[in-house]
């Protein structure tokens, strides 16, 4: 039984494809990052297996349970952090952390939640309308943690926050992933997902067009990675190109024959990297290495871009209903307004 599963999952809003046939298994224990460009359909993903928005076809399940008949065991079960959640600024950190833990029936030990997303209790007993963004972002993952769910969902985790916040966010994630919980994060920005995810989904339009580890992503570009050595004499390399997993050589002569010379050989195989060099030690001096991983962002791009101009497009002409940050779609929601009020 997996985390989640989607099985022809489709939402249509007047006119939009939102989420098109969609079948994803993200398995327990892993971070999967859910990666796609703005307007993609990854929060309407996010909404559909929480049963906060209805399909127009097909069916999910969250941890085994039907995310239309069972969402009280499912919310039992599941942190949420949804995108750009509202936090309210007139109360406390720790009044967040209460208001989450009744409405949810459970404790919270509130030093030990606060700890682990890096907030002290000082903190937690300021209203959050002084918090930074940062902070923000912390407590909102706290509030996720209360009842020390199995599965984390978070809908942009990073938006916002600067390099520092979202590095310290990637290790949060990873921590909590290391306690065996299972992650499922979205993100518009390949860096963050490539740096923390094990495995990877690029939705594009509604579809997953592409899903794997980053290493088996990367191997699908075609070229995984440029390897340049700097050698003495060139060899003739008709039987380097032979080699399994050897995609592609070219020679730069340096200008003068001091400089030597640089070849440099694109692998799709890892495993080829080692035979290459031991190649050319054979029949040349090498004098450097140098190896550079092709970034995931060529098959980003390559599965995306011409998508892009079209969502955005689409979204200046005014056809996004789309409200912003689903707490509003909480029920939850109306007890904190009273607590509030
Ligand atoms: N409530 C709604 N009513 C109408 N259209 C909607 C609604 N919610 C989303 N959409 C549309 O569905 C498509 C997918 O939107 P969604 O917000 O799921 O994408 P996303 O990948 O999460 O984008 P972002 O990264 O910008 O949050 C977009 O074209 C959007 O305009």
Redesign the pocket.
């Known amino acids: 039984m997996g985390a989640i599963r989607t099985t022809g999952l489709t939402k249509r809003?007047d006119g939009?494809l939102?989420v098109d046939g969609l079948d994803l298994r993200v398995e327990r224990g892993e971070v999967f990052g859910f990666l796609?460009p703005?307007?993609?359909?990854?929060?309407?993903v996010i909404n559909l297996v929480l049963d906060f928005v209805r399909p127009t076809a097909g069916s999910a399940t969250v941890l085994g349970y039907d995310s239309r008949t069972e969402t009280t065991a499912i919310r039992r079960n599941t942190g949420i952090v949804p995108?750009g959640a509202t936090l309210y600024e007139r109360l406390t950190g720790r009044e967040h952390l209460a208001w989450i833990a009744r409405a949810n029936g459970v404790e919270a030990d509130v030093p030990a939640l606060l700890d682990r997303v890096g907030l002290t209790i000082d903190d937690a007993d300021r209203r959050v309308g002084g918090y930074s963004k940062g902070m923000g972002r912390r407590l909102a993952l706290a509030m996720a943690l209360v009842g020390d769910p199995e599965l984390l969902i978070l809908d942009?985790p990073s938006s916002g926050l600067d390099p520092a916040g979202i590095r310290e966010f990637r290790e949060i994630v990873r921590e909590e992933a290391a306690d065996g919980r299972t992650v499922f994060f979205?993100s518009?920005v390949l860096g963050q997902v490539e740096a923390v995810a094990d495995r990877i989904g690029i939705l594009n339009r509604g579809k997953l067009v592409a899903t794997g580890t980053p290493a088996e992503l990367r191997g699908s570009c075609g070229i995984t990675q440029s390897i340049r050595f700097e050698v003495t004499t060139v060899p003739t390399l008709d039987a380097l190109n032979a080699v399994d997993g050897v995609e592609t050589t070219s020679v730069d002569d340096g200008v003068s024959p001091s400089d030597g010379s640089i070849i440099e050989v694109g692998v799709t195989d890892a495993a080829a990297k080692i035979e290459v060099a031991t190649w050319l030690a054979e029949r040349t001096r090498v004098r450097d290495v140098v190896s550079e991983e092709r970034s995931l962002e060529t098959l980003f791009d390559a599965y995306t871009s011409t998508a892009r101009s079209e969502?955005s497009n689409?979204?200046t002409n005014g056809?996004?209903?789309?409200?912003n940050g689903t707490w509003a779609n909480v029920q939850q929601l109306r007890d904190l307004e009273e607590v509030e009020a």
């Open positions: 809003y939009v939102a796609g703005n307007g993609a359909g990854k929060s309407t995108e942009e979205s518009h969502q689409a979204r056809q996004s209903g789309k409200q």
